[in-house]
Every structure is written in structure tokens, then in C-alpha cells.
T-cell receptor, first 115, second 114 residues
Framework: AQKITQTQPGMFVQEKEAVTLDCTYD???????LFWYKQPSSGEMIFLIY??????QNATEGRYSLNFQKARKSANLVISASQLGDSAMYFC????????????FGKGTLLTVNP | AAGVIQSPRHLIKEKRETATLKCYPI?????VYWYQQGPGQDPQFLIS???????DKGSIPDRFSAQQFSDYHSELNMSSLELGDSALYFC?????????????FGEGSRLTVL
């Protein structure tokens, strides 16, 4: 079974509007972490935001926030006030356990911000 | 701040040739990970090292090998290259004691096999 599911292959948003990118996960480990990475066309992987399974509050980093719904096993990324430079591939990823922090990635969502 | 350094950034090889990719982790990071990202695909975990010992293994072909050296840099060796090995290869590093487990990625090495 897929550990990380991103159901939106592509999303479009108007500049200055907010957009939500969906991510659901599957794990039986009580300790896990959820990450979002941005990958522009140039290829580098840029860390955006992190949510730990025991964190009580949703993570926020500037214009990025993570809508963490533990019971639903979802960790959606919300980007507020979209900018043209936000156009990129976005990956949700998970690490399981408390050691060996390898990540399992979802298939990604290609976000296009329109002027 | 120092980041993860990968070299070379671009590499073109013929089928059946060998290639070596190098990764220099962030200073004091003790764990290195290698990922392979094919065109239009998500990154796939290949292998990881903690304190110079292999700590986990993913979908790494038998034609590939890797190691971490005493200075913590790592090399990924790929032999008998196939067309399907064309991909972006990422190295990432982390600190075992970092509770978040955040991985810091290099900019990747793009391998093209002709």
C-alpha cells in the first residue's frame, strides 16, 4: 500500500490566492514526521515545513502552514498569498520511527500559479 | 551556512560504463542518504549510512554500491550503466540527534546514460 498519497497530479491557482495541496499517509508507527518539499524545474529539493506526530499545534512557516488531522491521517499543505515563484512540484514525505530518518515520498503535485 | 555538496552536477555516460557520484554532507552531520529520482517520478530511497556503516537499504540495484568514508563524505558507484539509470541522484544528510529528522538535500547529480 502507498505510504504517502497525493491525489492531485496538478493544481492551478491565481496569484495572491491561497491553495491547499492534499497529502494522506499510512503508518502504524506512533512516532513519525511529515515533511513538505518544493522542487522547482531546476531540480533542487527545498524543505518547506515539518510536522511531528506528537506536535499539538499545526506547523507554520511564513506563507506555509500544515493542516494536520491525525485521526484522518492527513497533512495538507496550505500556501497563502500564492506567488509566481511558487510554481513547482510539491512533495509530501514521511519518516517513520525515531531512528534512521529515511523519507518516503508521495508522487507529488505540480502547482502552477497564474498571473 | 554550509550545505550538502554533490559532484558532479551533470554526468553523461554510455551504456555499460561506470559512474561515481560524490556527496559531502553538512559538517557534523553523521548520516547520509542517497535517492534516485527518475524523470517525472518521486525520489526513491537507495541506501543510507550512519557513522560510516550502512544503516538501511532500499531499492538499490546490485550494480550499484556505496560507502561512507572517514571524513563522512559518501560515494555512489554505478557500474554496467543502463538507459534506465538516467535520473537525478540526490544525496541528503541529517544529524541523528535532531528530533525532527529533517533531511538536508544537495542540489543533485543529473546522470544521463546514452
Amino acid at each position: 500500500a502507498q505510504k504517502i498519497t497525493q491525489t492531485q497530479p496538478g493544481m492551478f491557482v491565481q496569484e495572491k490566492e491561497a491553495v491547499t495541496l492534499d497529502c494522506t499517509y499510512d503508518t502504524s508507527d506512533p512516532s513519525y514526521g511529515l515533511f513538505w518539499y518544493k522542487q522547482p524545474s531546476s531540480g533542487e529539493m527545498i524543505f518547506l515545513i515539518y510536522q511531528g506526530s506528537y506536535d499539538q499545534q499545526n506547523a507554520t512557516e511564513g506563507r506555509y502552514s500544515l493542516n494536520f488531522q491525525k485521526a484522518r491521517k492527513s497533512a495538507n499543505l496550505v500556501i497563502s498569498a500564492s506567488q509566481l515563484g511558487d510554481s513547482a512540484m510539491y512533495f509530501c514525505a514521511m519518516r517513520e520511527g525515531v531512528s534512521n530518518y529515511k523519507l518516503t515520498f508521495g508522487k507529488g503535485t505540480l502547482l502552477t500559479v497564474n498571473p | 551556512a554550509a550545505g550538502v555538496i554533490q559532484s558532479p552536477r551533470h554526468l553523461i555516460k554510455e551504456k555499460r560504463e561506470t559512474a561515481t557520484l560524490k556527496c559531502y554532507p553538512i559538517p557534523r552531520h553523521d548520516t547520509v542518504y542517497w535517492y534516485q529520482q527518475g524523470p517525472g517520478q518521486d525520489p526513491q530511497f537507495l541506501i543510507s549510512f550512519y557513522e560510516k556503516m550502512q544503516s538501511d537499504k532500499g531499492s538499490i540495484p546490485d550494480r550499484f554500491s556505496a560507502q561512507q568514508f572517514s571524513d563522512y563524505h559518501s560515494e555512489l558507484n554505478m557500474s554496467s550503466l543502463e538507459l534506465g539509470d538516467s535520473a537525478l541522484y540526490f544525496c541528503a544528510s541529517s544529524l541523528e540527534t535532531d528530533n525532527t529528522g529533517e533531511l538536508f538535500f544537495g542540489e543533485g547529480s543529473r546522470l544521463t546514460v546514452l
